[in-house]
């Protein structure tokens, strides 16, 4: 069964650099997204992504974050400047509509931040 | 706005027993509803969704859910639990059309006694 993959699956940074999140997700899905757990919360909707360009973005998806996919397979999440409090399990998530079509996640990136 | 409340961040049940576990959601809209499965350092698996078909909502693993639009609730049950049941499990709503940014409760830690 096809699936969503995401590199790496663990990340560490020191707070102040730039990190990127990969994500390849089902290859005949159209709609992207990231998602965060910070560890004990609930899960978060950062950003959704359909036709090369951004659907609609959390609060928390600020200047920080931005989303690309640079080559029609790989979709990629930059945290620019990391601060500790993105400290978080980030999810990749791929769909192929928007009708009440499931979101598949992939195994996430845990990203920690020193 | 969308927002999904799942009671007890805890159940724990005997190996054979009934599981039940509790969402209670709230949307303007009509919605879609979802259980998601996380097993430890593993993504999000789709249980079951509801998508204004049958009420009764049959998935994998022996789990099913039914969506009561006067109670605004859709609970998970499974008539006998198994001790490879134990996980997390995430009640998530969407909406129709837009992004379909899905909104999670705050999830239901399951614990099998043998």
């Known amino acids: 069964e096809p699936e969503v993959t995401q590199t790496p699956s663990h990340q560490v940074t020191q707070m102040g650099q730039e990190v990127i999140l990969r994500c390849v997700p089902i290859s005949n899905h159209l709609y992207f997204y990231w998602y965060r757990q910070i560890l004990g919360q609930k899960v978060e909707f950062l950003v959704s992504f359909y036709n090369n360009e951004i659907s609609e973005k959390s609060e928390i998806f600020d200047d920080q974050f931005s989303v690309e996919r640079p080559d029609g397979s790989n979709f990629t999440l930059k945290i620019r400047s990391t601060k500790l409090e993105d400290s978080a399990m980030y999810f990749c998530?791929?769909?192929?509509?928007?009708?009440?079509?499931?979101?598949?996640f992939g195994d996430g990136t845990r990203l920690s931040i020193l | 706005a969308q927002s999904v409340t799942q009671l007890g961040s805890h159940v724990s049940v005997s190996e054979g027993a009934l599981v039940l576990l509790r969402c209670n959601y709230s949307s303007s809209v009509p919605p879609y509803l979802f259980w998601y499965v996380q097993y430890p350092n593993q993504g999000l698996q789709l249980l079951l969704k509801y998508t204004s078909a049958a009420t009764l909502v049959k998935g994998i693993n022996g789990f099913e859910a039914e969506f009561k639009k006067s109670e605004t609730s859709f609970h998970l049950t499974k008539p006998s639990a198994h001790m490879s049941d134990a996980a997390e499990y995430f009640c998530a709503v969407t909406s129709h059309g837009g992004a379909q940014k899905l909104v999670f409760g705050q999830g239901t830690r399951l614990t099998i006694n043998p």
């Open positions: 998530a791929s769909s192929a509509g928007d009708r009440g079509q499931p979101q598949h």
